[in-house]
T-cell receptor, first 115, second 111 residues
């Protein structure tokens, strides 16, 4: 139980284009989903927290107009990187949390490369 | 502010015991987590401490001292597959269960 999937697992895009990453909780309802970014040999940095049906809460320094987050249902959240630049190349990981649980369940991650 | 520190790298030999330390200074405390992460993969949950003391789970144990802002992860009977990064994370708020991750410790287990 408690499986979280991400799609795609990797993506290469050209500078200036937009990329959408999906995060799904497969066997539970996730009232809260989190998006993290991880650069090589660094730890996870929280980008934003989203609750189903409401606007995401972004961490300081994360541009909400560049990283669009939608949490339209209890099983799906999407992150869209708009006007991607090479410096956005990173490993993006989502996690999901159940209403009563304390644990975050992580997706397998999406490696984004912007050329 | 939020500050969570771990050693950057550690090495150990197969069969040995290793202790990975984590010190934290956060605005509020609502639990500490340890995760294992292999290169290119997502973190996997290892342990959770919210009260002081030791939690044991097979070869892995985690200790917490809230008054000292300190935790450690103890790995016994090391195996080659334990070579990974180990992330300490503190849940510092309520509601959204937001986690703040430490810098991570890369552990290399050699034969």
């Amino acid at each position: 139980g408690a499986v979280v999937s991400q799609h795609p697992s990797w993506v290469i895009c050209k500078s200036g284009t937009s990329v959408k990453i999906e995060c799904r909780s497969l066997d539970f309802q996730a009232t809260t989903m989190f998006w993290y970014r991880q650069f090589p040999k660094q730890s996870l940095m929280l980008m934003a927290t989203s609750n189903e049906g409401s606007k995401a809460t972004y961490e300081q320094g994360v541009e909400k107009d560049k990283f669009l987050i939608n949490h339209a249902s209890l099983t799906l959240s999407t992150l869209t990187v708009t006007s991607a630049h090479p410096e956005d190349s990173s490993f993006y990981i989502c996690s999901a949390s159940q209403t009563q649980g304390y644990e975050q369940y992580f997706g397998p991650g999406t490696r984004l490369t912007v050329t | 502010g939020q500050n969570i520190d771990q050693p950057t790298e550690m090495t150990a030999t197969e069969g040995a015991i290793v202790q990975i330390n984590c010190t934290y200074q956060t605005s509020g405390f609502n639990g500490l987590f340890w995760y294992q992460q292999h290169a290119g993969e997502a973190p996997t949950f290892l342990s959770y401490n919210v009260l002081d003391g030791l939690e044991e789970k097979g070869r892995f144990s985690s200790f917490l001292s809230r008054s000292k802002g300190y935790s450690y992860l103890l790995l016994k009977e090391l195996q080659m597959k334990d070579s990974a990064s180990y992330l300490c994370a503190v849940r510092s708020g309520t509601g959204f269960q937001k986690l703040v991750f430490g810098t991570g410790t890369r552990l290399l287990v050699s034969p």
